[in-house]
């Protein structure tokens, strides 16, 4: 492929200064021109991934050379886009203004032709090194950190398949504890635990029951009440699973080593010094180990388990402030009355495929704000806008919508989609349907929807329209669904089918 | 005349200016966008209207631009006003300066006309 010719923003109130330049660097260079400083800032907002070096003039009507560089400065546009400052300017003071607010180079007038085209060219190669040196790291450290959430999400879920749970315990605890962490940090900053934290405490808790791998079947899946040796044999998970993190020979000093330690050894504590294994009081109990503790009885109460069934949020709430499951820290009960609206919506409205997501924002968050490092990257930062924005428009856009991606065969539906369709959120290709959930609507409903996605189609960018019926509520609803194939489309190769995003429309 | 008598009639060298700008070309070409550069007229407005602030931009661009072409009389005398006006306030100097200025901008036009 063609690389693509770098863009140079011209920045000058005289014409003919512009037209100087453009002329001498249009032949390797795009060129964009700005008459002041607030076409240059539109523009640099505008474009920003996009340029490539600015050269700047210093005194301007509206805005000169000096606030153009200001807000540049101020907006961390100058650790990305090299800026040469071009003026007839000779006062020194100024010139060292100049340089103080980060231009990378200073060529005065009249300049040489050929040392304005050499100093472009050096300015932009090295940056363009830099900008590919972090995009590079970047990406590793996206890749690697859904693969980390995910590793640590298998892990989790296969602990609890054993217990015949969903598998969404771990995800709300999850959810919960990052919701009372974040509330806690609000109102308290009596525990020694940063923003920075938050990401590492949540992926911990993941773990807080993987003890229970070494509990036999027979207890762990008793569905009737347990015998008080049977019982004791079930709290050693917390000290089994301290045991086999003890032993885990890397990671010592690690944060999230600390963290999973306490959680797992500690999350059955109780702020009266009545729960085990340790007996631990008060804040001996380490604060995320409490948080957990909590966000744990919480949600064991609000779902069905093989020997009781689910409470409300109302009751579950009312349980908890009576000590019905033991005694909690006053404060974190007063954060989970502060949250305790928002986490119904929350653990409702629950998506998995974000959650990896949500993991990279942490790391992003944490880095781009790094005191010592912190890293520049107009690209990163768009890249999690968009993110952000697509998880937002999702959430507000209350359609019914679904997405499947060819390698690996995943289906992924929206909430309401999931609703009224009767299926599950996420769909895996290889999964034989759950026996339970394999009722007939569903099923109908699930082969229409393959039915559209194995339609024979040849490459094209447009959405396509097809009519299809849909059980919902029993009833055949006539819908129009409207379906975008995504296809790939390598250099020499068959296009490939790689995706395709759906919206079903219900026609009234 | 041609490009390298227009520039000794100012007492210039062609030389020095197409070292830095390479082609005659485009020395013609800039010196042709001169004549409609509106720095100048900027420059005597101001005085006009007492504008202090735009007259020292103006000047500021005039030596900017006249040194690019190698109209090094020009790019001198405003730079001495250029720095005379640079608090953004008139002098007792300015009058006498802007003359200077008036002077050698008329030399270069007249002499880039008669290039045409």
């Known amino acids: 492929m063609e690389e693509r010719r770098p863009l140079i923003l011209i920045v000058d109130d005289v014409a ?25 800032l539109m523009l640099l907002r505008e474009k920003t991934s996009e340029i490539a070096l600015v ?30 400052m071009i003026s007839g300017e000779t006062a020194h003071s100024l010139v060292e203004g100049a340089y103080t607010l980060g231009v990378t180079d200073f060529i005065g007038r009249p300049f040489d032709e050929m040392v304005l085209k050499n100093r472009v060219n050096n300015t932009i190669r090295l940056y363009k090194k830099q900008k590919n040196l972090s995009n590079l790291v970047l990406n590793q450290i996206y890749e690697k950190t859904r693969n980390n959430s995910m590793m640590v999400t298998m892990l989790s879920h296969i602990v609890e398949f054993r217990n015949g749970e969903s598998g969404m315990h771990v995800l709300h605890i999850n959810t919960i504890t990052e919701m009372l962490l974040r509330e806690l940090l609000r109102r308290s900053r009596k525990y020694n635990i940063s923003k920075n934290d938050i990401g590492i405490i949540c992926t911990a808790s993941s773990m807080h029951d993987i003890g229970k791998i070494t509990i036999p079947d027979e ?19 917390t000290i089994n699973c301290a045991q086999m993190l003890n032993a885990v020979p890397v990671g010592k000093d690690e944060p999230l080593m600390k963290y ?27 604060i995320a180990a409490q948080i957990v503790s909590i966000a744990d009885v919480y949600d064991a109460l609000t779902s069905e388990r093989c020997y009781k069934h689910a409470f409300t949020h109302e009751k579950a709430l009312e349980m908890i402030h009576n000590n019905e499951c033991g005694v909690f820290n006053p404060l974190l009960i007063e954060c989970l009355d502060a949250i305790a609206d928002k986490l119904v919506i929350s653990l409702q409205t629950f998506d998995w495929s974000k959650q990896a997501d949500k993991d990279f924002f942490y790391i992003a968050d944490a880095m781009m704000n790094d005191q010592k490092h912190p890293i520049y990257n107009q690209m990163f ?117 790689t995706s395709v995003y759906g919206h079903i429309h219900v026609l009234q | 005349m041609t490009l390298s008598e227009f520039y000794s009639s100012l007492g210039e060298s062609l030389d020095e200016v197409l070292e830095r700008l390479r082609l005659e070309s485009r020395i013609v070409k800039y010196l042709g966008l001169f004549l409609s550069d509106p720095s100048f007229n900027e420059l005597k407005d101001a005085f006009a209207k007492n504008d202090a602030q735009t007259a020292f931009r103006a000047a500021h661009t005039l030596k900017g631009v006249a040194a690019n072409l190698g109209l090094n009389k020009l790019s001198a005398s405003s730079s001495e006003l250029t720095e005379d006006l640079r608090p953004c306030a008139f002098t007792a100097n300015s009058q006498a300066l802007l003359e200077k200025v008036e002077t050698d901008y008329n030399a270069a036009v007249e002499g880039i006309k008669a290039l045409q």
């Open chain 1, 16 to 40: 003919m200064n512009r037209a100087l330049l453009s002329d001498i660097l249009s032949d390797k260079y795009n060129i964009i021109e700005a008459q002041n400083g607030n076409e240059a």
């Open chain 1, 219 to 237: 207890i762990l899946n008793k569905p009737g009440k347990l015998t008080p040796e049977e019982f004791n044999i079930m709290k050693g998970h």
């Open chain 1, 260 to 286: 999973a330690y306490e959680i797992c050894r500690w999350h059955h504590e109780r702020w009266d010094g009545k729960g085990y294994p340790d007996g631990l009081k008060g804040d001996e109990i380490p």
């Open chain 1, 55 to 84: 050269l700047l003039d210093m005194v301007m009507p509206e805005k000169d050379g000096m606030e153009v560089l200001a807000i540049m400065n101020k907006n961390g546009w100058i650790s990305e886009i090299p800026v040469i």
């Open chain 1, 381 to 497: 930062r768009q890249f999690i806008d968009e993110r952000k924005k697509s998880h937002f428009f999702e959430s507000i856009l209350d359609g019914m919508l679904f997405e499947y991606s060819y390698t690996p065969g995943v289906m992924k539906l929206s909430s309401k989609a999931a609703k009224k369709l009767g299926l599950p959120r996420t769909i895996i290709d290889e999964n034989k349907p759950n026996e339970k959930s394999q009722e007939n609507a569903a099923t109908e409903n699930l082969e229409k929807i393959k039915k559209i996605l194995r339609r024979h189609t040849v490459p094209k960018d447009k959405p396509s329209l097809i009519k299809q019926t849909f059980n919902i509520d029993g009833k055949s609803i006539p819908c129009n669904v409207k379906v975008l194939q995504i296809w790939t489309k390598g250099q020499n190769e068959v296009p490939m089918l």
